[in-house]
């Protein structure tokens, strides 16, 4: 069974950083791209990064967030982290994780697998 784990939600200031991880079993990440998307309340889910699955060490960020936002992998603990900087109330979102198999980018409808989200509130 394919579980992916979301952790580091919760309530930051503007202007805070926030490093979200998601820790999967069931499946190697690395095989898969693993990617972070978020919703907010009345808003259609958006795609905010992925790190592309095999040896090749590449991500790729929604160019909406590329300057204060990182996705990494750690293969030994089988995740991949997000870290956005200077956060503002438009952060506020619920973020997934997802893995996809031999898709790289952001389009939800490829991604196969979802966890089950985190809760980011940013206060003013």
């Known amino acids: 069974q394919v579980q992916l784990v979301e952790s580091g939600g919760g309530l930051v200031r503007t202007g805070d950083s926030l490093r979200l991880s998601c820790v999967a079993s069931?499946?190697?990440?690395?095989?898969?791209?693993a990617g972070w998307f978020r919703q907010a309340p009345g808003k259609e889910r958006e795609f905010v990064g992925a790190?592309?699955?095999?040896?090749?060490?590449?991500?790729s960020v929604n160019p909406r967030f590329i300057s204060r936002t990182t996705v990494s992998r750690d293969d030994a603990k089988n995740s991949v982290s997000l870290q956005i900087d200077n956060l503002t109330p438009e952060d506020t979102a619920v973020y997934y994780c997802?893995?996809?198999?031999?898709?790289?980018?952001?389009?939800?409808?490829?991604?196969?697998?979802w966890g089950r989200g985190a809760q980011v509130t940013v206060s003013s």
């Open positions: 997802a893995a996809a198999m031999g898709y790289f980018g952001g389009s939800a409808k490829e991604y196969n697998f």
């Open positions: 069931g499946i190697a990440l690395s095989e898969y791209t």
């Open positions: 790190y592309r699955w095999g040896s090749f060490q590449s991500s």
